[in-house]
């Protein structure tokens, strides 16, 4: 059985809430398992045990949270164990143009330098679903189909 892993930061409750349909959606996927963890209890361990990782990040000055980006400085000491699992991303800003996609993208570039396999859309949220404040409906729906898709491609490479 494939697992995945959904690790998040949340202060306000609006990625949490991300996070949550991110879950849905990879729960939508037979064979596939998922864990969801608030990054203060996720281990660099937790990351290797993984097949599929799937980040969410409020913005914090244009990139991800520092405590997010921690766990990610951490995982240096497992570099190479991550290649050829599969990463997705996804963030939260205060105002559009905040930095939510460039968020994305940041945590995007860690998977890629740790030789994971980045799942893009070619449909919306090319990079990784956002919103401004709290999400709507249309965000949540970008969240089950960013979970759907990281748990199916993760189950045809690891299932």
Not at 57 to 63: A, F, I, L, M
Not at 138 to 156: F, I, N, P, Q, S
């Amino acid at each position: 059985m494939a697992k995945v892993l959904i690790v998040f930061h949340s202060r306000s409750g609006n990625t949490a809430k991300m996070a949550q349909a991110v879950m849905e959606g990879v729960e939508e996927v037979d064979g596939v398992t998922v864990d969801v963890k608030r990054v203060e209890d996720a281990t660099p361990e937790d990351l290797t045990a993984a097949d599929g990782i799937i980040m969410g990040s409020p913005v914090y000055y244009g990139t991800i949270a520092a405590e997010l980006k921690k766990l990610i400085d951490d995982s240096v000491k497992f570099h190479g164990q991550l290649d050829g699992k599969v990463g997705g991303a996804f963030a939260t800003a205060g105002v559009t143009g905040g930095g939510a996609e460039t968020t994305v993208l940041d945590i995007l570039k860690t998977m890629l330098v740790h030789g994971m396999i980045v799942k893009g859309s070619h449909q919306g949220a090319h990079y990784g679903p956002v919103c401004v404040k709290a999400p709507d409906e249309k965000a949540l729906d970008r969240c089950r189909k960013l979970g759907t898709d990281v748990a199916e491609l993760t189950l045809r490479l690891f299932g």
